[in-house]
């Protein structure tokens, strides 16, 4: 056998292993297969979708001096910071954090819950790499990209503006359960 066909072997028995791997939470239901987002998706809902329905303002202290009189008739200006919220991102079953990075790019703060231990590592490699190298575009001061391994039912989604799931019918039944008791008022993305 050459060695040629050795590795065209190995390559598709390596493939064939992650992806049973990346089955397993949908077999066990408690998730869906990795299944990687395509950039076009990307674009229409963070270019598109998202700033029409939950428009991200700059984050920039706004001082304002506010004059207050007390008692004694002597005027003193007191200074207030006032800062906007960033909208939270929560990617669950983030796999290899395309969709989290994607939203730290357009100032977002952003956080995938990933099963998969290998896809979680991957995935802080890249934020890494996207945010710090000098190919790239930089982030705005707004942005964040965190990953952490962990089911998505152990999660907790208060605080979510923007929530996204690759969710099959079933784990949707629930999981609307969940988002409606804990982030009643967030925006639910589903790429299936």
């Known amino acids: 056998m050459s060695s040629i066909g050795l590795g065209v072997g190995g390559i598709f028995v390596v493939a064939n292993i992650g992806f049973v791997a990346s089955a397993i939470p949908a077999v066990l239901g408690k998730g869906a297969p990795y299944l990687p987002t395509l950039q076009k998706s990307l674009d229409i809902i963070f270019q598109e979708a998202l ?44 796999g290899d954090g395309r969709v989290v990075i994607e939203a730290a790019k357009y100032g977002y703060r952003s956080i995938g819950y990933e099963l998969n231990p290998g896809l979680v590592g991957i995935s802080q490699v890249w934020a890494t790499y996207d945010r710090y190298a000098p190919t790239t575009m930089p982030w705005p001061s707004t942005g964040s990209a965190s990953f952490y391994t962990r089911d998505l039912w152990s999660v907790n989604l208060e605080g979510a503006d923007v929530i996204f799931v690759y969710g099959l019918s079933p784990i949707m039944e629930l999981l609307s359960k969940k988002i409606l008791e804990e982030a009643p008022h967030s925006i639910v993305v589903s790429n299936v």
């Open 51 to 94: 700033p029409k329905l939950l428009p991200i303002e700059k984050q920039q202290s706004n001082k304002r001096i506010l004059v207050q009189e007390d008692s004694k008739s002597e005027t003193k200006s007191v200074i207030k910071d006032e800062t906007t919220k960033v909208p939270l991102v929560i990617d669950l079953g983030s």
